[in-house]
């Protein structure tokens, strides 16, 4: 399995930028919000730094579903992001490992 | 639409704070609110209390003072002065070392014997080991960290379940095969006539599947129960007191102490409702559970913290 390169919460993800922007070819957005990633099923480009926000009153978490986890967040609070780089082709299964029934894929090209 | 959130409320507000429990003669009743157990029959029996989801770090609407309200709710229990309390997981947010400090203060202050399960919540940080550490020393692990484990009160055989370890993609509660296998060599040893409470945080039999409210393997875990004359099972997460009898087998789920969670499908998602002002104490409480010998079930009294 690919092993994207993952940067936790915003402040880290700043100190990181220039790395971040010579590996990435550019950024995507998923936002929660109501519980529910969106988009679910996101398509991007290899090298792609995919940023999620939590924009719930509840806290969340990003986690791969591979075993063992790929890439996983730390405890989202609101407003609080997370960002993975996806250096490799393939399918991305996640989800919320406190709210197990929020789902979503990253499909990398 | 407000008329039925009217409804909702008001349903929820018999079902809110803390749970008293009072075990009789093995089986689990309800006798009513803690708020109206003065006009209820005083039960003659051996009574615990339970509390859940005091998600001490959660700083939003409704609830920006979750410490306060959880002080409220022992407040509440400590007045019935039981010998024992049962907190039913998500103990903390974010399990940060300062929300757990903030809780075991509060709860140690009231002096009550007190048993901690852990929440997903409680969890987060290295395979829950932290929170075993602090509120689960002392028992005896039914694994390493396991975070379950049992013990016996008045001849009540008491079974704290841990079902929010490595919670899977779309799935439910999670036991493990070890959990199971432990469960059944617990129970062996134990006669029918033992009176059963098993108390974890998510919901042993599915309450609403779209939202993760159950848990995976609870057939199989109740099939190890089903030979025991009373069987209590109290559980919390859901925030809001639901309660359903099978066979010998009661389950009950206790408000929360921060803040209420809609009915299961009556909203987009499960995401803290928003109560009016002033409203907030009607849809939190504790419970209140009394062993009474001679009667088959035990009796809960769900509070609301504004009773």
């Known amino acids: ?109 | 639409m407000d008329t039925d959130r009217r409804n909702l409320l008001s349903c929820m507000a018999w079902v809110g704070t803390g749970l008293l429990w009072t075990v009789s003669g093995g089986v689990p009743r309800t006798l009513g609110l803690l708020g109206t157990a003065a006009a209820a029959t005083p039960a003659p029996g051996f009574t615990f209390a339970q509390i859940s989801d005091s998600h001490i770090g959660f700083s939003h609407d409704p609830n920006t003072d979750t410490p306060a309200t959880l002080k409220e709710a022992l407040d509440k229990v400590a007045a019935q002065r039981p010998p024992m309390m049962l907190h039913t997981g998500d103990v903390s947010h974010l399990s940060k070392p300062e929300q757990f400090d903030t809780a075991a203060q509060l709860i140690g202050a009231t002096g009550i014997e007190t048993h901690y399960v852990p929440g997903e919540h409680d969890w987060l940080d290295d395979n829950g080991r932290p929170f075993v550490a602090r509120f689960q020393r002392g028992t005896k692990q039914g694994a390493p960290d396991g975070g379950f484990y049992s013990f016996d009160v008045q001849g009540i055989h008491f079974i704290g379940l841990n079902n929010v370890a490595n919670l899977q993609l779309g799935g439910l509660g999670m036991l493990g095969p070890a959990q199971l296998a432990w469960l059944r060599a617990d129970l062996a040893a134990r006669g029918a006539s033992t009176p059963i409470v098993v108390f974890a945080h998510i919901p042993l039999w599915t309450v609403y599947r779209d939202w993760g409210w159950g848990t995976e393997e609870s057939a199989a875990a109740l099939a190890l129960l089903k030979r025991f004359g009373s069987v209590t099972v109290l559980n919390g997460h859901i925030h809001q007191v639901l309660q359903k009898v099978e066979g010998h087998v009661a389950f009950h789920t206790a408000r929360s102490t921060a803040f209420p969670q809609p009915a299961p499908g009556t909203a987009p998602s499960p995401g803290p409702m928003h109560v009016e002002p002033g409203k907030l104490r009607d849809v939190l409480g504790v419970a209140s559970v009394s062993l009474v010998r001679g009667q088959s079930h035990l009796a809960i009294i769900d509070t609301p913290l504004g009773a």
Request: charged share 15%; aromatic share 10%.
């Open chain 1, 1 to 109: 399995m690919s092993a994207p390169f993952p940067r936790r919460r915003a402040t880290l993800l700043l100190a990181l930028l220039p790395i971040s922007s010579a590996l990435a070819v550019g950024t995507a957005a998923v936002t929660i919000d109501n519980f529910t990633f969106s988009p679910a099923v996101l398509t991007v480009a290899r090298g792609t730094s995919v940023v999620w926000t939590n924009r719930d009153d509840m806290a969340h978490t990003v986690i791969s579903a591979a075993r063992p986890p790929a890439f996983r967040s730390q405890p989202l609070d609101t407003g609080d992001t997370f960002a993975a780089v996806f250096d490799r082709p393939g399918r991305f299964s996640y989800f919320c490992s406190l709210h197990p029934h929020m789902q979503g894929t990253i499909v990398v090209q």
